[in-house]
């Protein structure tokens, strides 16, 4: 009777504890999707089996406001005088010699795109005594306030490319100009123009709009650029490999903009690594969650953990590509608690069964660049970087304590279907995939073999 009693009380221990797990790591949503997802500028997602849904996030309980890159700020006045250190006669003209301009950083002077680096130069003889980790990341000219988000939280220096054909550039100048006049940490920014050879950047009538250091009235745009009306393509890896070449640090995290770093994230991995410089093959990995709209980003594990026990926070793409985001070690990582510090939980490779993940890491200006031709609408922009990773048998060392987070809101599927979305993303998504397999064959021949990098 003693050892059916005890059977009785351990059978159902067991399930609690796997209930909680299961919570935590998916948050209140436990329906896997059934499709591979590509995602839209617009907010939707297109799908590999031809069907189309949107991205939908949660609406906020009543009063709650959706966030907002700069909502921090809201109400509070640009001052006259600037934290950045402008060039090119920015912000108020923009002119340059062509000898300014470079070519890209992997197809060099074939490249249909040019960039015009250092429009905005972090002040250099101050970054010295930061972090020296950059944080190297993109955006659209619709996107550039989020600079602000990163500025504020990231302690080291921050590397900016924005793609910024013809008047966009106006919009993005715009917004860095109230940036700069209004979050003070702006001194640690530098930015790059990448723009086509054939659209070179303007100033638009934009200026300096009256508005608050929210600046909602210049985050409103995205339907007026250039990009938009003439269905330019983002070339997303351009851009990342600017932003990364021309960082002043050997380390650099490659990141995108809306996702926020962790507090102390830079100083705290700098400790751990002891202020030595990088080992060849080795990078770290920074897992990445999302939480709802409404909720404010957390800055702790604690914090993050929290939302993820309530509910409101999930690891990145979970209800809509749940194998991108999924790192090895989500388990462990989720069920430690805070360190309050950051140090290696696991070293692991790109390899099967993990060969679509596609991991956001601290490495260094030498890592395999990304490839150039794909664009952001094609999708899989990473996956061959990773796929060269692997062959030349990079170790990742994924990170506790340490994590970014998406704003805004969690990502889920829908079912509306948009048929002019579909005609308008699926030759990209093609043309991604031809370049995928072109540049794949070419690493095989390239590199010995290693048939647990799969492609």
């Not at 050879?197 to 200026?207: K, T, V």
């Not at 809306?258 to 830079?266: K, M, N, V």
């Not at 991991?359 to 031709?373: A, H, M, N, S």
């Not at 061959?384 to 990773?389: L, T």
């Amino acid at each position: 009777m003693r050892s059916l009693a005890r059977k009785l009380l351990v059978w159902p221990m067991l399930l609690l504890s796997l209930l909680v797990t299961v919570r935590l790591l998916f948050g209140r949503d436990f329906r896997l999707p059934t499709t591979t997802v590509l995602f839209r500028d617009d907010g939707g997602i297109s799908t590999l089996d031809g069907s189309h849904t949107n991205l939908q996030q949660d609406a906020g309980p009543s009063g709650l406001p959706v966030f907002a890159p700069g909502m921090y700020m809201a109400g509070r006045q640009p001052r006259n005088e600037s934290a950045c250190r402008w060039y090119h006669g920015l912000p108020d003209i923009l002119s340059y010699p062509s000898s300014r301009l470079r070519w890209s950083p992997e197809i060099g002077e074939k490249s249909p795109y040019r960039v015009l680096p250092f429009v905005l130069l972090g002040a250099v003889e101050v970054t010295y005594s930061l972090p020296q980790v950059t944080l190297s990341t993109h955006a659209t000219a619709d996107q550039v306030y989020g600079i602000v988000e990163l500025a504020k939280r990231w302690e080291g220096p921050l590397s900016l490319a924005v793609f910024a054909p013809g008047l966009d550039a106006g919009l993005a100048v715009a917004q860095l100009d109230r940036a700069c006049r209004c979050e003070p940490a702006m001194y640690k920014v530098s930015v790059h123009l990448v723009f086509p050879a054939s659209r070179p950047p303007a100033l638009s009538a934009i200026g300096r709009t009256q508005g608050d250091c929210a600046a909602s009235d210049l985050q409103l745009r995205p339907a007026e650029t250039e990009r938009r009306k003439r269905q330019m393509t983002y070339p997303v890896n351009v851009a990342r490999n600017v932003a990364r070449t021309v960082a002043n640090t050997s380390r650099v995290l490659v990141s995108d903009i809306e996702l926020l770093p962790s507090a102390r994230l830079a100083s705290s991995f700098m400790e751990m690594v002891h202020q030595r410089p990088p080992k060849h093959g080795v990078v770290f990995v920074v897992p990445v969650f999302e939480i709802e709209s409404y909720e404010p980003p957390p800055d702790t594990k604690s914090e993050l953990l929290a939302a993820c026990r309530a509910g409101l926070a999930v690891y990145f793409h979970r209800f809509v590509c749940p194998h991108c985001q999924r790192f090895p070690g989500l388990t462990r990582w989720m069920v430690r608690s805070d360190p309050g510090r950051i140090r290696p939980l696991i070293v692991t490779k790109r390899e099967y069964p993990h060969h679509r993940w596609e991991p956001v890491f601290i490495g260094t200006r030498d890592d395999p660049l990304y490839t150039e031709e794909m664009s952001w609408e094609g999708k899989q922009d990473k996956m061959a970087q990773m796929f060269e990773m692997c062959l030349l048998n990079y170790r990742l060392v994924v990170l506790d304590g340490a994590f970014l987070v998406h704003t805004p809101g969690i990502k889920r599927k829908t079912n509306k279907i948009n048929t002019a979305t579909q005609n308008f993303f699926r030759p990209h998504e093609k043309k991604n995939a031809r370049i995928y397999q072109r540049v794949i064959k070419h690493l095989i021949k390239r590199y010995p073999v290693n048939r647990r990098c799969a492609q």
